[in-house]
């Protein structure tokens, strides 16, 4: 009986032991393992659409932010997943394409159409125009579209200088006082004319005007050098307050005004004047012509009244300021604005194109495959990891510019911080250290005088 029972129990046990090993073990770390054979066993090596350098080998496109941005994730990506890529850039238009009228699309959606590749890391918007030929990803970023416009003119609000000491300022305040004696003196003549009487001449008044500054009443007969020396020094003392004072004011009116063509696509939108472009097959330019918000289908309307508005693309121009001119404006991505307007900077060491105050169109940007790719799955875990390890962050900010040296706002600000303000400890510190230090020399020689004026005294009455 004891012998029958043994098989059972055999079996009692193993199945036990089976069922302990399930729980015991991570069934996660498991299927992690599983998930990592299957990237060496799914695929070696893939070939990837792109139109962007640096992946694109091209010395005629300008290095953007986002190009940087891709091939930075494009190569953890193979690095983590164990697998090589090829570039292979659409022949026809560099850029995401657009729909023919023999039901093909151009650029990069093309060669995912055709399935010439297996991805394209050129991140785009999803449209729902594209959803029946190809899949997208995880998103990778987000953007938004901005303005580019031509850089405007400063204009200033008073043509008054900034200086204390400029050449402008003291030919002002002699010219005050010129014409303060001058009206005294025709004021004067006119007077006397009429009651018959002489009018002294203009140097008689110059000869008052003088005394009365110098503190000696109506002549310069008294010599008193304690009293002259604080009036130089209280008036210089004063000329220094004053100024500090008229500058601190009329520095806040000096900061330049910039007046843009445009400030936000409200403006493009209702503008007669203003040349929109747009760069024709990108997610911009797909989302205006098929938007039904009022002010994009302005915006839609004017490019199919124009089509030639509607560029093929824009990174293919040296310098963006070629095309960006006079009263035209262009519509862009704002990273990649930014790195056009920098380059353009560099090659003319000044500012010719800015960005538009309001950005518009937010939107995640993805990866798209061809319909139904068996790397779909794989590729978004891998960025979900990205994201969650910050490595997403760390391309982003290695890739982003550090400053943007012609933003109408920083400008404004450069030349703010540029003028100094009134400040008490600072500024003014050594008008008044200067106007104390010539009164205390004043009392000084006050009291030298008095006392070589007691000496004389007593010398001449010991004389007499």
């Not at 699309?105 to 297996?118: A, C, P, S």
Request: glycine share 4%; proline share 4%; hydrophobic share 40%.
């Amino acid at each position: 009986m004891s012998s029958l029972k043994f098989p059972y129990l055999l079996l009692y046990y193993a199945i036990v032991l089976g069922i302990s090993f399930y729980l015991i073990v991570p069934v996660s770390l498991m299927e992690k393992e599983d998930h990592e054979n299957h990237h060496h066993t799914l695929f070696k090596h893939i070939l990837v659409s792109s139109t962007r350098s640096p992946l694109v080998k091209n010395h005629e496109l300008s290095v953007v932010s986002a190009g940087i941005m891709e091939k930075i994730v494009l190569d953890i990506l193979s690095s983590h997943m164990r697998f090589t890529y090829e570039i292979i850039p659409p022949a026809d238009i560099l850029s995401s394409g657009y729909l023919q009228k023999n039901g093909s699309w151009t650029g990069t959606t093309g060669q995912l159409q055709r399935k010439e590749v297996d991805m394209c890391v050129t991140w785009v918007a999803h449209s729902s125009s594209k959803s029946p030929i190809l899949d997208v990803s995880y998103p990778v970023v987000f953007v938004d579209s901005s303005i580019i416009i031509p850089f405007p003119k400063e204009k200033n609000k008073v043509w008054i200088d900034h200086s204390t000491f400029e050449g402008v300022s003291g030919l002002m305040i002699g010219g005050a006082f010129a014409f303060m004696i001058i009206a005294t003196w025709i004021t004067h003549r006119i007077t006397n004319s009429r009651l018959g009487l002489t009018s002294p001449n203009v140097f008689y008044w110059l000869y008052i005007y003088v005394s009365i500054w110098a503190s000696q009443g109506l002549t310069l007969g008294n010599r008193s050098s304690p009293f002259r020396l604080v009036f130089l020094v209280s008036i210089f003392g004063v000329f220094i307050i004053t100024n500090f004072f008229t500058v601190s004011y009329t520095s806040v009116l000096s900061i330049p005004v910039y007046k843009p063509i445009a400030t936000s696509i409200e403006d493009l939108a209702n503008s007669n004047t203003v040349k929109t472009l747009l760069i024709k097959g990108s997610s911009t330019d797909e989302y205006i012509m098929s938007s039904t918000d009022p002010v994009l289908e302005k915006i839609g309307d004017q490019m199919r009244l124009y089509p030639e508005r509607r560029i093929l693309n824009a990174l293919t121009v040296e310098d963006i300021s070629t095309i960006v001119k006079e009263d035209s404006a262009l519509i862009i991505v704002k990273s990649n604005g930014e790195s056009l307007i920098e380059q353009s900077y560099k090659l003319n060491n000044e500012c010719r194109v800015t960005l538009a105050e309001k950005t518009f169109f937010s939107r995640p940007q993805t990866f798209t495959y061809p319909k139904n790719s068996p790397i779909v799955k794989e590729i978004d875990y891998d960025l979900l990891l990205l994201h969650q390890s910050g490595l997403i962050q760390y391309a982003e900010k290695r890739a982003s510019m550090e400053h943007n040296r012609c933003r109408l706002s920083d400008r404004k600000k450069d030349q703010a911080d540029k003028i100094a303000p009134l400040k008490l400890r600072n500024q003014m510190n050594g008008a008044f250290v200067f106007l104390c230090a010539g009164l205390s020399l004043g009392v000084l020689v006050f009291l030298v005088e008095m006392i070589i004026e007691k000496l004389c005294c007593k010398k001449s009455a010991i004389i007499i």
